[in-house]
DNA sequence: CGTTCTCTTGACCAGCATCAAAATTTGTGG
DNA sequence: CCACAAATTTTGATGCTGGTCAAGAGAACG
């Protein structure tokens, strides 16, 4: 059964002053297009709002009214066949944009896996920022595609993998594996569970169970708590995840 | 073993007068957002390719010299895994566009499978005419939002049907269902081999073909060739395909 | 008309799913 | 801080979907 709590109406506030200059995200999302000076702009269309794990940002079929910047935490994305099956879309963190598809209602449900504060945007009024402002719409494009390119490694995983390789790939694909994020190197934070993980993957929360033990029996990572693992050989692994036989 | 037949040199003819002006594809891609009086700038632009069967359009790593538009025929696109396994991306029919990704080169192969046209720009000549006609750009985005679309339906089929659902929503997908393009009503083409399905659907060639035999027995469709079969239970075919169990 | 390629069908098998239960972690109230 | 309840993870036993291997039937092509 799924968390179906809702996001009050109170949840956000328009800002004031200029959130955007010291805000941790920006270096890895959309926004660093938008230049200092113009700044201004953004702060005055944006409102913070707050969530806490399980919460809903919105929900599949809801009007799509707004576009989403996340600034710290993680968000689930994901999308339910009729019979309860579900498919995790992906995992999003600070930096990551929702809302790249311009449909009417939104394709998919997206909720907080932890703690979690988000940026958003009245979708009329970024629409009108971006006729205005001319990078940030390349900007976007620009993350289309990128998105693309990730939806089709993940294509592949799901296609052509094994469980092993699908695991392995995820573990290298989540930032901490990513020198260019913070934390201490190496070291992969995995706040979802691994029922969330398996939808994610196309597995049962079982396989990636038995997974990770197979992938720590042969000393690849190492857990240091439930939700943090330590990639010991990150050269076996990626060659694993690669598929190199 | 793979075809890896290349793209000659002169197989590109620079067009002087107003192709786009009568081009069948027009309605369905991004061109239909430059309207006719600027139709001459993007004639001025656009060469003509003329692929046969297995011919290459490019390759995994070229340098992304150009962008496409598919006028007629179709294409598939593919990436492998280092030990052969491919996985096949997608399949391409007229007034789809290739090349939303910024990437410096290619990320994954093009091969026309039938006999098919396409036409060419050249990136930065493109990008040079997007900078100036903004709809462009904006109608570039608008599909790279629907491709990102198709690309999460794709991963839902990967992670969570069987082959069943599978099969039954690859026949749902492919333009001929659809009763806007061309040919007659309920009458699905299928240019490509069964091999290539699998590919696409992440099963084997075997297990496609006894799944189609299935569809057949159960009268849900019926196949007039090789390369053609007809729906005959469209609203059977939806609820297998989105696994109303 | 034979060669070759693709598709179909069959027999068997393996990887992952399912079902079940124990171990561990998390959360709550006293 | 501890005890107990609930949730998550791990591990085990068993089964099924779809993969693998193999052979025969159609199509396509020269």
Same mark, same amino acid.
């Given at each position: 059964?799924?968390? @179906?709590?809702?996001?009050?109406?109170?949840?956000?506030?328009?800002?004031?002053?200029?959130?955007?200059?010291?805000?941790?995200?920006?270096?890895?999302?959309?926004?660093?297009?938008?230049? $200092?000076?113009?700044?201004?702009?953004?702060?005055? %269309?944006?409102?913070?709002?707050?969530?806490?794990?399980?919460?809903?940002?919105?929900?599949?079929? $809801?009007?799509?009214?707004?576009?989403?910047? %996340?600034?710290?935490?993680?968000?689930?994305?994901?999308? %339910?066949?009729?019979?309860?099956?579900?498919?995790?879309?992906?995992? @999003?963190?600070?930096? $990551?944009?929702?809302?790249?598809?311009?449909?009417?209602?939104?394709?998919?449900?997206?909720?907080?896996?932890?703690?979690?504060?988000?940026?958003?945007?009245?979708?009329?009024?970024?629409?009108?920022?971006?006729?205005?402002?001319?990078?940030?719409?390349?900007?976007?494009?620009?993350?289309?595609?990128?998105?693309?390119?990730?939806?089709?490694?993940?294509?592949?995983?799901?296609?052509?993998?094994?469980?092993?390789?699908?695991?392995?790939?995820?573990?290298?694909?989540?930032?901490?594996?990513?020198?260019?994020?913070?934390?201490?190197?190496?070291?992969?934070? %995995?706040?979802?569970?691994?029922?969330?993980?398996?939808?994610?993957?196309?597995?049962?929360?079982?396989?990636?169970?038995?997974?990770?033990?197979?992938?720590?029996?042969?000393?690849?990572?190492?857990?240091?708590?439930?939700?943090?693992?330590?990639?010991?050989?990150?050269?076996? @692994?990626?060659?694993?995840?690669?598929? $190199?036989?």
């Amino acid at each position: 059964v799924i968390e @179906l709590k809702g996001l009050p109406a109170d949840c956000a506030q328009r800002r004031g002053g200029g959130g955007c200059a010291h805000c941790q995200a920006r270096p890895f999302s959309v926004c660093a297009s938008v230049p $200092d000076a113009d700044l201004h702009r953004l702060d005055a %269309l944006a409102e913070t709002v707050t969530l806490a794990p399980g919460q809903a940002l919105f929900r599949e079929g $809801d009007p799509a009214a707004h576009l989403f910047n %996340l600034t710290s935490g993680s968000v689930r994305t994901y999308r %339910l066949l009729a019979d309860g099956r579900r498919h995790i879309v992906g995992f @999003l963190f600070a930096g $990551d944009f929702i809302g790249l598809d311009p449909a009417e209602t939104y394709p998919l449900s997206a909720e907080a896996i932890e703690p979690t504060t988000v940026c958003r945007f009245r979708k009329a009024e970024y629409r009108a920022l971006m006729a205005e402002r001319r990078e940030l719409e390349t900007a976007l494009l620009a993350r289309a595609g990128d998105e693309l390119a990730a939806a089709r490694k993940q294509m592949l995983l799901l296609a052509r993998k094994t469980a092993l390789e699908r695991v392995a790939s995820f573990l290298l694909d989540l930032p901490g594996a990513d020198p260019l994020r913070p934390g201490p190197e190496g070291v992969v934070r %995995l706040p979802m569970t691994r029922s969330e993980m398996a939808d994610y993957l196309g597995l049962t929360l079982e396989t990636v169970s038995r997974t990770l033990t197979r992938l720590k029996r042969g000393g690849l990572i190492r857990q240091m708590s439930l939700t943090e693992m330590r990639v010991e050989k990150p050269e076996a @692994l990626r060659a694993l995840a690669d598929g $190199d036989a």
